[in-house]
C-alpha cells in the first residue's frame, strides 16, 4: 500500500504556524515512505471562505516548498458525491431521515441543560417510520450509530483513546438543505483520495471519533490517524498574535528564510536525537512518526531567529543578493540598478555574517544603494570633526593612487594612519561614517572595495565638505 497523506486547510483565514507545521509532517512523512502528499481545500463553509484565502495558502505552501504532487482538491465541488454517499448510507439502513425541526431541537438542547445533561440529539425520529411525518416536510439525514460499546482510534502519537459510544449522538450527515456536514464529507474525501495517513493537530481528537463511525457505517477501510500536539506561546497559552507573528507569509515579510522556519518547525515537536540544523534531505530521511511528541510545543522565536542567522550564513550569496534587493525596492530614495547589485553582492559575504533575517541584511546593504548626499546617523556626524574632515581630504588623495583591492587598500590605510601618527581606527571611524552613514560596517578594506574607487572617493570628498 502506497502511503498517501493530506494537508486539509479551511480558506476562512490565513495559513498559521500550526497549519504550517501539520502540511510539513505530512509532506515528510510522504516523501519518508515513498508516497504522495496531497492537499484539499476544505471550503465548505461558503459563507466564510475566500479566494483570497485560498491563494494565500498556495502562496505559503509554495513559500515554504510544500507543493503537492497533485492539483488541490476543492471540498466545495464534491458536494453532490457526500450527498450520494448520504442516500446510500440511508438505503443500507446506517442512516436514518430526521424531521426534527430547529424549534425541536431548541427545546431538546434546552431541556437537557437544564436537567444538567450535555446538549444532545435523543435519536427521536432513529426508529420511526418516516411516514409519521408531514407529507413534503424537509429532513435531515443523520447517522445511525451504535449506542453500545466504545469507539476507539489506534493514535500513532497518543496511543488507543477510546470513547464510550453513549457519549455519541447520531450526527447529521446531510443537512435539509441538501448540503453535507464537514464531518461527513471529510471522510468521503479521504476515502476517495485514497488517504493511508490523517496526520493533524490534536484538536481534531473529538471529531475522529465520529468520522470512524461514519467509515464503519460504510465499511470502509480506515486510514491511520496521527494527533500531533498544539503548539503553544512561550507562556504556555494558546499561540495567538499576541505572541508574535502567526501567519507563514508574516514570517516571510519579517525577513525568515523559508528552510530555516520548516527546520525550526521540524524541531517543534519531533527530535532526532540532539540533531538541531537540519536540511529538507536529512528530514525527508529521518522523519517518521513515532519521533512526535505527546506534549505541547512551546513557540520560541529567538530561538527561531538564531537558526535564521545560522541558514542565512550559509546562504548562497546570489540568492541573499536577490532577497536584499527585493526588500530594498520598497524603500524610498535608493538608487537600485545593476550597480548597486554588484555593490551588494559583493560585500554580502561580511554582511551575512551579523544578520539574523533578512530585514537586518537588507538594513545593513541599504547604504551600497543610497545616491549621495548620505543620510547620516547622529554617532556619525559626531565623527565628522573639523580635523577628520581634513584628514578625510588626505586619504581621498592618497586611496585615488590605490588598487581597490581589500589587501591593498588596508595597506594602504595602515601606512596613511602611520604617517598621519595615528592608530588605525581613528582613520577608519570617521572614514567608515563618511563612506555607510553609520558607525558599522564590514571591515573597512572590504567596504571600500565594494563600492569601488568612484564612488568610495565622491563620499569622501561630500564628507569632507
Known amino acids: 500500500m502506497s502511503v498517501r497523506t493530506r494537508f486539509a486547510p479551511s480558506p476562512t483565514g490565513l495559513l498559521h504556524i500550526g497549519g504550517a507545521r501539520t502540511a510539513l509532517f505530512n509532506y515528510l512523512f510522504s516523501r519518508h515512505h515513498g508516497g504522495e502528499f496531497l492537499l484539499r481545500i476544505e471550503d465548505t463553509d461558503r459563507a466564510r471562505s475566500t479566494d483570497a484565502a485560498t491563494q494565500i495558502i498556495l502562496e505559503g505552501l509554495e513559500w515554504l516548498g510544500l507543493s503537492p504532487d497533485a492539483p488541490p482538491v476543492y471540498q466545495s465541488a464534491r458536494a453532490a458525491r457526500h450527498a450520494e454517499i448520504a442516500h446510500q448510507m440511508l438505503e443500507a439502513g446506517t442512516a436514518y431521515r430526521c424531521y426534527c425541526t430547529a424549534e425541536e431541537l431548541r427545546e431538546m438542547r434546552e431541556k437537557a441543560v437544564a436537567e444538567g445533561r450535555s446538549p ?8 420511526r417510520d ?39 449522538d447520531d450526527m447529521i450527515i446531510l443537512r435539509s438543505d441538501g448540503t453535507p456536514t464537514y464531518l461527513h464529507a471529510v471522510v468521503v474525501d479521504d476515502h476517495d483520495m485514497a488517504i493511508t ?47 508574535g507573528a502567526v501567519s507563514i507569509l508574516e514570517f516571510r515579510e519579517q525577513g525568515f528564510l523559508p528552510e530555516a522556519l520548516c527546520n525550526y518547525l521540524l524541531r517543534l515537536g519531533w527530535s532526532h536525537g540532539d540533531l538541531e540544523t537540519i536540511d529538507r534531505d536529512t528530514a525527508i530521511r529521518l522523519f517518521d512518526i513515532d519521533g512526535v511528541n505527546r506534549g505541547a510545543s512551546r513557540m520560541d522565536y529567538a530561538k527561531l531567529t538564531h537558526l535564521n542567522g545560522v541558514y542565512i550564513r550559509s546562504a548562497d550569496d546570489a540568492r541573499l543578493t536577490r ?28 554582511l551575512k555574517e551579523r544578520a539574523k533575517t533578512l530585514l537586518e541584511l537588507a538594513d545593513s546593504a541599504q547604504f551600497l544603494a543610497h545616491p549621495l548626499p548620505l543620510a547620516m546617523q ?40 602611520e604617517t598621519a601618527g595615528v592608530k588605525l581606527g581613528q582613520v577608519a571611524q570617521p572614514l567608515r561614517a563618511a563612506l555607510t552613514g553609520s558607525t558599522t560596517s564590514p571591515g573597512i578594506d572590504l567596504t571600500l572595495a565594494a563600492l569601488g574607487r568612484d564612488e568610495a572617493l565622491a563620499r569622501i570628498r561630500a564628507a569632507a565638505g
Open 323 to 350: 532577497e536584499v534587493l527585493h526588500i530594498l525596492a520598497h524603500r524610498p530614495n535608493l538608487a537600485l540598478g545593476a550597480i548597486a547589485a554588484q555593490r551588494i553582492e559583493a560585500l554580502i559575504p561580511a
Open 130 to 168: 418516516p411516514a409519521d411525518a408531514p407529507p413534503g416536510a424537509p429532513f435531515a439525514i443523520r447517522l445511525k450509530a451504535p449506542r453500545s460499546g466504545d469507539t476507539v482510534v489506534d493514535d500513532l502519537v497518543q496511543g488507543p483513546v477510546r470513547v464510550a459510544n453513549a457519549e455519541l
Open 197 to 243: 495517513h490523517v496526520i493533524r493537530g490534536d484538536d481534531h481528537l473529538t471529531n475522529t471519533f465520529r468520522q470512524v463511525q461514519v467509515y464503519q457505517a460504510n465499511n470502509w477501510d480506515m486510514p491511520r490517524f496521527a494527533h500531533i500536539p498544539l503548539i503553544h506561546g512561550a507562556d504556555g497559552a494558546k499561540l495567538s498574535k499576541r505572541h
Open 378 to 417: 547622529p554617532k556619525a556626524v559626531a565623527l565628522l570633526t573639523p580635523e577628520a574632515r581634513i584628514q578625510l581630504r588626505g586619504l581621498a588623495d592618497t586611496l585615488a593612487e590605490t588598487d581597490f583591492t581589500p589587501p591593498a587598500l588596508h595597506a594602504a590605510l595602515l601606512a596613511f594612519a
Open 120 to 127: 444532545r440529539y435523543e435519536g427521536t425520529w432513529r426508529d
